[in-house]
């Protein structure tokens, strides 16, 4: 076999070589950030993401790095963070919360995401079951669900009386004052999102092994239960968005946009050594909505549910 035919016989070989590693090959989140200095070389084959995916991961290790100096800074302080991620299933709310704990250190981190209760948790003061994970000095706290669930969860399944309901919105403003004034940074984030990308993501979970999991009865109503959601998204809001413990509303139909702008919220609103500047910090004001305005906007629009938000 001639010289130039055995090149040529070689590059073809390369070629397939690479269009068999690059097929149907999807790489986990950072793993181009971790390479996108690498070099083409032997035994090498290229992997092409897109120039969006690249911007998200380089952006997400800048602000994990900026969670790492607030840990530092919580510990050497004795500052307290606890944070609450709500909002309809299927929402991001799980994704954004493994982000921002990713390379912190478990012992000064904790997520908290609590069962149905038991029986003797229901006979006990509301309350009770989720004072314990409160956080101690220098430790971040992360709710995955929180006591909101009396808000919107359990008045829409019927898994509390109205009675429990009212008293819950009427309580909470309050409760939720002793632990401001104690010292406590709290942060309250609704993950908004819209019903088609609900119903998309619900269809992707039944279709993935890894995603099963997360698919429960009470999720396979949500659909159906979308509206009676939006009724008492609208009463927590209005009698829980207070001056000292206001919310944050996430839009969250891209999750990509959710986290990086959750977690620049969350840094924009604490003090700590080494910060970034306030332009690195500052989120897209399309994504984080004040709850106020929130509010404002479900006022316009509480009696055509198309245009809500979720």
């Not at 229901?122 to 430790?139: D, I, N």
């Not at 092994?209 to 239960?225: G, R, T």
């Not at 979308?226 to 829980?240: G, H, R, T």
Request: charge should be positive; proline fraction near 5%; aromatic fraction near 10%.
């Amino acid at each position: 076999m001639s010289k130039k035919k055995n090149k040529k016989v070689k590059k073809n070989s390369e070629n397939k070589e690479k269009k068999t590693c690059s097929d149907n090959f999807k790489p986990l989140e950072g793993t181009a950030y971790k390479f996108k200095d690498h070099k083409e070389g032997p035994g090498k084959c290229c992997i092409w993401v897109k120039n969006n995916q690249m911007k998200y991961e380089i952006e997400l290790k800048m602000l994990q790095i900026e969670l790492m100096k607030l840990q530092k800074h919580m510990k050497a302080t004795g500052m307290r963070i606890l944070a609450f991620f709500e909002g309809r299933d299927a929402a991001g709310k799980g994704g954004t919360i493994n982000r921002i704990s990713a390379f912190l250190n478990p012992r000064n981190t904790r997520i908290v995401a609590l069962s149905k209760p038991s029986d003797t948790e229901l006979s006990q003061w509301y309350f009770q079951r989720y004072t314990p994970h409160l956080p101690a000095a220098g430790e971040l706290v992360l709710f995955d669900r929180s006591w909101y669930n009396r808000a919107m969860v359990e008045p829409v399944m019927n898994f509390c009386s109205d009675e429990q309901h009212k008293r819950f919105l009427k309580d909470v403003p309050m409760f939720e004052e002793m632990l401001v004034k104690d010292g406590i940074n709290l942060f309250k984030f609704y993950f908004s999102v819209s019903k088609d990308i609900q119903a998309k993501r619900f269809k992707a979970r039944k279709l993935d092994p890894l995603k099963q999991y997360k698919l429960s009865p009470v999720d396979n109503l949500a659909q159906k239960y979308w509206d009676k959601y939006s009724v008492k998204k609208f009463q927590m809001l209005n009698e829980s968005n207070r001056t000292l413990t206001p919310w944050t509303i996430i839009r969250s139909d891209s999750k990509k946009k959710a986290r990086i702008n959750c977690m620049k919220h969350l840094l924009q609103n604490v003090d700590y050594s080494g910060k970034l500047t306030e332009d690195q910090l500052t989120p897209d004001p399309e994504i984080i909505i004040s709850g106020i305005n929130e509010i404002n906007d479900m006022e316009k629009n509480l009696f055509d549910p198309g245009k809500l938000h979720g």
